[in-house]
């Protein structure tokens, strides 16, 4: 089985919505902030569709895994080192409108939150979002997004950094280095996440 993992284009964009959109129709905060389980996976792939054209797909911190017939089966959204997306907020509000609806100002304060929350004294690479679909999990694609942009973390020095909205993907981080560093309630007494850190491996 061959891997392909490349930077997103804009072109990829509408499939990167929905691939991710599929893969966090499970993931505890997103069920948290769009209750709706018929709507769910149509209004998270809106807002990964919305996050990805706004604002990070400009600055190549968007990879995609490709597989063996060419189809797209999973993607991971980072932000670069020192990279303020706060311009970009009014672009994308018309999409986070339509993927949010009435849970906007709930987003809107999970987000200020998970910022207030971010390391600030040390320039890394921030995973936003990985996913896979879940018919292709087990098979290596997560693993392949990783270690593409982690292998370049250790050539140039950079830590990284993510919040797990799952405990039970918290050993899976740890493989690839990443260690938690606190809990983290977002979300007022609903789902926790876990800040994890990793330096940069020699």
């Not at 949010?100 to 709930?106: I, M, P, Y």
């Amino acid at each position: 089985m061959d891997i392909t993992v490349r930077q997103a284009q804009r072109s990829d964009i509408p499939e990167l919505g929905r691939v991710l959109g599929l893969a966090f129709a499970d993931d505890p905060i997103i069920s948290w902030l769009l209750p709706d389980d018929a709507s769910r996976i149509r209004r998270a792939a809106t807002m990964f569709a919305t996050l990805a054209r706004h604002d990070r797909i400009d600055h190549g911190g968007i990879d995609v895994a490709i597989d063996d017939s060419g189809a797209m089966v999973g993607a991971a959204i980072w932000v670069p080192p020192g990279y303020s997306g706060d311009r970009s907020n009014l672009r994308a509000l018309p999409g986070l409108i339509r993927a949010f609806g009435t849970r906007l100002l709930a987003a809107g304060k999970l987000g200020e939150k998970m910022a207030a929350a971010h390391p600030h004294d040390q320039p890394h690479w921030y995973l936003a979002f990985i996913g896979t679909l879940p018919t292709t999990r087990g098979k290596g694609y997560g693993e392949a997004l990783l270690k593409a942009r982690l292998d370049l973390c250790d050539a140039e020095r950079i830590p990284a950094y993510l919040e797990s909205s799952k405990p039970g993907n918290i050993p899976y981080y740890e493989r690839f280095g990443f260690e938690v560093t606190d809990e983290l309630d977002v979300t007022g007494g609903g789902p926790l996440m876990w800040k994890m850190w990793r330096e940069p491996r020699t």
